[in-house]
């Protein structure tokens, strides 16, 4: 079993930075992908940005490559989301997630286990 918890979360002016942490409990977390997601009001969640096991593999969606970067610190069993040049349509709830497997992956069912979310409230 693993359990995730995010944090980091809040409420920053367009243009800002915050920066997301993920903590997961468990000693597998440096086995598997992980994976942050978000989801805004009355929309589908969506992939927000993705690294491999060991940090080597990433992907981001279009609509955050090159403002996000993900990174993990297998050590301190953390995944991390550096947002910066944040705009209002970024303003959602941020969930991250644990993949059954090693490479990075855009599906949302290929991930097992998932935090509760942080909120990301961006201002214009």
């Known amino acids: 079993q693993v359990q995730l918890g995010e944090s980091g979360g809040g409420l920053v002016q367009a243009g800002g930075s915050l920066r997301l942490s993920c903590a997961a409990s468990?000693?597998?977390?440096?086995?598997?992908?992980m994976s942050w997601f978000r989801q805004a009001p009355g929309k589908e969640r969506e992939f927000v940005a993705a690294?491999?096991?060991?940090?080597?593999?990433?992907s981001y969606a279009d609509s955050v490559k090159g403002r996000f970067t993900i990174s993990r610190d297998n050590a301190k069993n953390t995944v991390y989301l550096q947002m910066n040049s944040l705009k209002p349509e970024d303003t959602a709830v941020y969930y991250c997630?644990?993949?059954?497997?090693?490479?990075?992956?855009?599906?949302?069912?290929?991930?097992?286990?998932w935090g509760q979310g942080t909120q990301v409230t961006v201002s214009s």
């Open positions: 997630a644990l993949k059954g497997g090693r490479t990075v992956s855009r599906s949302g069912t290929d991930y097992l286990y």
């Open positions: 468990g000693r597998t977390f440096s086995s598997f992908a």
């Open positions: 690294v491999s096991w060991s940090g080597g593999g990433t």
